[in-house]
Nanobody
Framework: HVQLVESGGGSVQAGGSLTLSCAAS????????MSWFRQAPGKEREGVAS???????DYANFVKGRFTISQDNAKNTLYLQMNSLEPEDTAMYSC????????????????????WGQGTQVTVS
């Protein structure tokens, strides 16, 4: 039984930082592509960042230079370090895990991912 459990969300002022975690059970972090997505109220879900089994990373243009995705295979956890947060970053953030894509496509197509977490809310004011 695979579970992805996000944590670390919360409320922060603009310019602040948060680190999100996605703890996996029943799934090996680092074996396949994993990504962070976000969805704001009234908006479509969008890809934020991804990391593959080589540790190669990809970022959406709107977070480049501010967010950093990483993974700790020993802890079986995916992270998203978010700095210089802006009100536009307010959204529900979810992690997603592929079971076949070793290298991330950079396209953040939902069908590329088999497992999804429930999400953690980030609010920036």
């Amino acid at each position: 039984h695979v579970q992805l459990v996000e944590s670390g969300g919360g409320s922060v002022q603009a310019g602040g930082s948060l680190t999100l975690s996605c703890a996996a059970s029943g799934y090996a972090v680092g074996r396949y592509c994993m990504s962070w997505f976000r969805q704001a109220p009234g908006k479509e879900r969008e890809g934020v960042a991804s990391i593959d089994n080589r540790g190669s990373t990809d970022y959406a243009n709107f977070v480049k230079g501010r967010f950093t995705i990483s993974q700790d295979n020993a802890k079986n956890t995916l992270y998203l370090q978010m700095n210089s947060l802006e009100p536009e970053d307010t959204a529900m953030y979810s992690c997603a895990a592929s079971t076949w894509m070793e290298y991330c496509s950079g396209l953040y197509r939902p069908h590329e991912y088999t497992y999804w977490g429930q999400g953690t809310q980030v609010t920036v004011s």
